[in-house]
């Protein structure tokens, strides 16, 4: 497959991408670093890619295992500005932005790793999947998932 | 609202930010700023550097006829040669490219991994190599600051003391000099890293 079609098979799944960076990087810089990164790092795999997944599911490997590899900033992530950013001209599609944001948010306050758990279960793998991307127990995600999903709820309370 | 309605949301979202960069990406003008990456670069330095100082070295062999000095650069030049054969073989078995095929845990542990064997080379190199490239600084230095020999030099208590005393501060604090300069790079990601394989490893039921 050509650089074109890598591309073009990314821009499909970019989705991917944005949600998993919005989730980790501190500030719109590292947003960008962290997304070039990803890009980088998919096009280098890509020889590797077999065709025996998904390359939605091969693209989600590549963007956690990045992101939690690469050297992040510190600092804690400032996401109150966006809130205030949402025009409320259309009610109902701005409710639903502000709660997308507010789970975003609420996701963004759990320890790292549990962030990719969440995402993964949100995005539709299920336990066996997310064990097998994350190198864990099957039991393990069913308790770590319970537990996330716990604190999310309080979160947003 | 179910969350997952609420995640998917942010799917059909675009993000301002990236839009602009998915437009036109330049695959081959982006740089990879993983820290395997960056510590395979580090050794390619390393080495290049190890090869002109153990040029310098062979110079120093043949061009002061000490046999003191003659024999602490002689080991330091080995220990050169050792360093340089640790970094290609280092620079070998790094693989900055994220792998698609290891777990998330396993990809940690391997970053982690690499890391840590990166900076106990750099330790080890730090105390075995500064006691003779001191040692042997100092008499070269000596030798021909006062326009003496070597045997003459080092004929004083008050000098052979002096050497102790450099040998006894300059080893520690280069030891110590090597893990500052890698805990100021790599220690906020190496804790972190560590951190997150903790968190993903803990509680298995």
């Known amino acids: ?157 | 609202m179910s969350l997952e309605k609420q995640w998917q949301h942010i799917n059909e979202q675009e993000d301002e930010d990236l839009s602009a960069l998915m437009n036109n990406p330049q695959l081959k003008k982006l740089t990879s700023h993983q820290p395997l990456q960056k510590i395979k670069n580090n050794l390619l330095i390393n080495m290049a550097w190890g090869i002109g100082i153990a040029v310098c070295y062979v110079l120093i062999l043949f061009f002061f006829p000490y046999w003191q000095v003659r024999l602490c650069i002689g080991i330091v030049l080995l220990f050169t040669l050792w360093a340089i054969s640790t970094a290609y073989t280092q620079y070998k078995s790094i693989q900055p490219t994220v792998s698609s095929q290891n777990s998330l845990l396993a990809e940690m542990k391997r970053h982690h991994a690499s890391m840590i064997i990166w900076m106990k080379t750099q330790e080890r190199v730090a105390l075995f190599i500064y006691p003779f490239s001191t040692a042997g600084g100092f008499m070269l230095g000596g030798a021909i600051g006062s326009g003496r020999s070597v045997d003459y030099f080092m004929s004083k208590p008050v000098v052979q003391i002096a050497l102790v005393i450099s040998i006894a501060i300059l080893v520690p604090l280069a030891y110590w000099f090597a893990k500052w300069l890698f805990n100021k790079s790599f220690g906020k990601h190496l804790k972190t890293l560590g951190e997150n394989i903790q968190e993903l490893s803990s509680d298995e039921v």
């Open chain 1, 1 to 157: 497959m050509s650089e074109r079609d890598f591309l073009a098979a990314v821009k499909n799944n970019q989705g991917i991408i944005y949600k998993l960076v919005g989730l980790y990087a501190a500030d719109t810089e590292e947003k960008k670093d962290l997304y070039q990164e990803v890009l980088l790092q998919a096009w280098k795999s890509w020889p590797s890619f077999r065709g025996d997944a998904k390359f939605s599911t091969w693209l989600y490997r590549i963007c956690l295992n990045t992101i939690l590899t690469q050297q992040r900033k510190q600092k804690k992530i400032n996401y109150q500005e966006r809130l205030d950013d949402i025009s409320p001209t259309i009610e109902s599609t701005a409710i639903l932005k502000e709660d997308s944001l507010r789970l975003q948010q609420a996701i963004r306050r759990l320890a790292e790793t549990d962030r990719a758990i969440i995402s993964s279960h949100l995005d539709g793998y299920n336990n066996g999947e997310i064990a097998e991307m994350m190198g864990i127990g099957l039991n393990h995600v069913a308790v770590k998932l319970h537990r996330i999903k716990q604190q999310i709820t309080t979160i947003l309370k």
